[in-house]
Every structure is written in structure tokens, then in C-alpha cells.
T-cell receptor, first 115, second 110 residues
Framework: DTAVSQTPKYLVTQMGNDKSIKCEQN?????MYWYKQDSKKFLKIMFS???????INETVPNRFSPKSPDKAHLNLHINSLELGDSAVYFC??????????????FGSGTRLTVV | QQQVKQSPQSLIVQKGGISIINCAYE??????FPWYQQFPGKGPALLIA?????SEKKEGRFTISFNKSAKQFSLHIMDSQPGDSATYFC?????????FGTGTSLTVIP
């Protein structure tokens, strides 16, 4: 029944490892996003995909690579994890091409801790 | 550069009081202004939103006041309750994305 679901909810890993976070939405939305929320709760957009096409690619290290196999899924792969990557990562979706009225529907987040 | 400035960073209010959170923006192309509520361990959830052709929107105890000329908007929570304790984000739509404020942590004391 969950609208936007992310897995895993918690991820603890060592520096240098590669990890993936998965996101799925069952709302029929066309656009999906990845946001990073730091320890001060600041929400920063990382990527946006519309119907599997990348439309927003903010300045993030190229160690972060989004992959959208279809419009209901947007996964985030992170290579060579660093301590500074520790944060909560939120997936979100919205209807239309992004910025649609009604705003975003967020997942419940993935807390990534790099040790 | 922070597109939407939000204040205060934290707010403590007595139960039954009024909570007020303010946001300001510079980009006059912004055309839609939602507020999100985030509880610990959860993602932000849309609370209430306003378009710039309206000066006020009320939904239950939550009201958005919008001042287009000043490029400011605020969230008022009337009769604040302990269950309202959460982090609140304002946002503004520009093009194909939303720009978020830095968040306000609200604590309502019983």
C-alpha cells in the first residue's frame, strides 16, 4: 500500500564500499527524485528522472549514479563511499514533468552511515 | 545559494499557542508555495500549499499567509498541539523542481 518505498531503511557500511538504494513508487507518477538530507535537516536535490530520462543532475560527485529501469523505479548507486556521504537519502515522486501542483510524495528515507 | 530562506531554525511553543514560521524568496518566477511536515524517521509530507494569486489559505488549524510584494510567506499553526512537533519546510516551485527552505524544528510543550 506504500506509495513511495525505499530499501533499505538503514545502511551502515565502511569507507570505500559500493552500495545501492532502491526506490519504487506505485502512484503512477512520471517523475522521480533523489534528495539528500544532511545532519542539519537541509534537503538538497541530487537527481530527477522523468519517464526514465534524466532531467535534473545537480552537482554531486560522479560516484553517485542514478538508474531508472522504468518510470516506477529509481535506484541510487554509490561507489567508493566516503564519510561525508553519511546522510538520509529520500526518494520522491510527482506527477507530470516535475514541479507539479500537489508537490512531491516522499519515501521514508534511507539513513546511510559510513564508518 | 539558498533560494528560499526560512526562519526560525527552531521554535518552542506552549500547547494552545500560535506557531509562526516565515519564509522569503527572491525569484519572482516562483509560482507555487507548499509547506511540508516531517516527523522523525519519516519523509516530508505535503501539509498545505498556496498559489501567489491568493493572500491566504486556511486548512483546519494551518494557515498560509502570502505577501507577493514582499516575496514572503508564512505558516501559522493555531492552537498548537504536542502532535504538531515536527520539522517544517517551506518550498517554492521554479521550473521543473521545488526549492526547499532549511527547515524549522517545532516543539510544542504540553
Amino acid at each position: 500500500d506504500t506509495a513511495v518505498s525505499q530499501t533499505p531503511k538503514y545502511l551502515v557500511t565502511q569507507m570505500g564500499n559500493d552500495k545501492s538504494i532502491k526506490c519504487e513508487q506505485n502512484l503512477g507518477h512520471d517523475t522521480m527524485y533523489w534528495y539528500k538530507q544532511d545532519s542539519k535537516k537541509f534537503l538538497k536535490i541530487m537527481f530527477s528522472y522523468n519517464n526514465k530520462e534524466l532531467i535534473i543532475n545537480e552537482t554531486v560527485p560522479n560516484r553517485f549514479s542514478p538508474k531508472s529501469p522504468d518510470k516506477a523505479h529509481l535506484n541510487l548507486h554509490i561507489n567508493s563511499l566516503e564519510l561525508g556521504d553519511s546522510a538520509v537519502y529520500f526518494c520522491a515522486s510527482s506527477p507530470g514533468t516535475g514541479g507539479a501542483l500537489g508537490g512531491y510524495t516522499f519515501g521514508s528515507g534511507t539513513r546511510l552511515t559510513v564508518v | 545559494q539558498q533560494q528560499v530562506k526560512q526562519s526560525p531554525q527552531s521554535l518552542i511553543v506552549q500547547k494552545g499557542g500560535i506557531s509562526i514560521i516565515n519564509c522569503a524568496y527572491e525569484n519572482t518566477a516562483f509560482d507555487y508555495f507548499p509547506w511540508y511536515q516531517q516527523f522523525p524517521g519519516k519523509g516530508p509530507a505535503l501539509l498545505i500549499a498556496i498559489r501567489p494569486d491568493v493572500s491566504e489559505k486556511k486548512e483546519g488549524r494551518f494557515t498560509i499567509s502570502f505577501n507577493k510584494s514582499a516575496k514572503q510567506f508564512s505558516l501559522h499553526i493555531m492552537d498548537s498541539q504536542p502532535g504538531d512537533s515536527a520539522t517544517y519546510f517551506c518550498a517554492a516551485r521554479g521550473g521543473n523542481q521545488f526549492y526547499f527552505g532549511t527547515g524549522t524544528s517545532l516543539t510544542v510543550i504540553p
